[in-house]
Nanobody
């Protein structure tokens, strides 16, 4: 499975961005598609997840109500719509995937497939 993340950029506080994670390869077999982010000097942290088979989404408390994960099956692409952005959302955002759904889905160590990361900068 190959993942390509895109859509990052510079945005002002309160603005919006939509990130894309385009998948190729064995996309039909990946049940978990997850977004993480990493700010300078900090550990990579969970942002949100999509369980494809169930069509269910899960979010970190810090983004709940502001970020939304959606998908376009025809394009093999998962999106992260980010609204009401804050300076603390500044980070490199990564999408990751795993064949099977993981109970401990917030843990970065479980994911085998990763995109290259896209920078999101929220300016105040």
């Amino acid at each position: 499975v190959q993942l390509q993340a895109s859509g990052g950029g510079l945005v002002q506080v309160g603005g919006s961005l939509r990130l894309s994670c385009a998948a190729s390869g064995r996309t039909f077999s990946t049940d978990a598609i997850v977004w993480f982010r990493q700010a300078p000097g900090k550990e990579r942290e969970f942002v949100g997840a999509l369980r494809r088979s169930m069509g269910r989404t899960y979010y970190a408390d810090s983004v709940k109500g502001r970020f939304t994960i959606s998908r376009d099956n025809a394009k093999n692409t998962v999106y992260l719509q980010m609204n009401s952005l804050k300076p603390e959302d500044t980070a490199v955002y990564y999408c990751a995937a795993q064949i099977n759904w993981i109970v401990d889905y917030r843990n970065v160590r479980h994911y085998e497939y990763w995109g290259q990361g896209t920078q999101v900068t929220v300016s105040s």
